[in-house]
């Protein structure tokens, strides 16, 4: 699943293709992604320019002259490509957006999760329903030691399930919820009122840096968007505790990386570095 840094990764790739471009066409092959797609009603995304695209969460936001927009959102195995017009369309390639530069941007998604919402032109985009109750972005200032700690002071709920509410901090899906946690040398069963003082600072700092260096290697899954403009990620070699379930942990070399269930997701940790 597409987490924050390859959204971003996503987002910089077709940015420079989209800004100052046009929808000439839009094609619909299919009635409904995860909501209904009502594109179709909709004449006024034609023929207006791309003045704005931006990342919210996991959606991108983007805004044309005329004001009205899109919010899109990858699901579970959204791509986006971008060919020549002239190129044929594959197998789970749902929408076209035709460019006025002769490209044609490609959605493809097998297990059809994602999302594309069409933004009203009164609207602000980051106030629609799907985004206005979303927490801090976790690069930004506001999400910083005295924000986690308010979050955190008297919760029995696990550090780890606390990260991952949206409401916490945005974007800290299960990949870097747990690397941030090693790096912190946070235990991830820990009820989330356990951690405190110095550990907290310690915590926002992993989160931030651990997404930024995965922003900076391109993301860990970009493989699948390479098309976009052929780079590929290698944060995928850095992971410490993400998929190494009965490793020998890399940091202490004495502790064999752990595998737990929480709400339903996998948790990866070093017992002797996690505390
Ligand atoms: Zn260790």
Redesign the pocket.
Known sequence: MPELPEVETVLQAIKPHLLGKRFTAIAIHIRKLRTPLVLAGHPELLHSTIVHLERRAKYIVLKLANGSGLLIHLGMTGTWRLEPADSHRQKHDHVEFFLSSGLVLRYHDPRRFGQIVVLTQQENPLLHPLLRHLGPEPLHDDFNRKWLADRCRGKKKPIKTLLMDNITVVGVGNIYASESLFRAGINPLLAAGKVTGKRIARLVRAIKDVLQEAIDAGGTTVKDYASLDGKEGYFNRQLMVYGKTGQK?R??K??IIRQTYQSGRSTFY?P??QR
């Open positions: 942990c940091q202490c004495r502790g070093c002797v570095c």
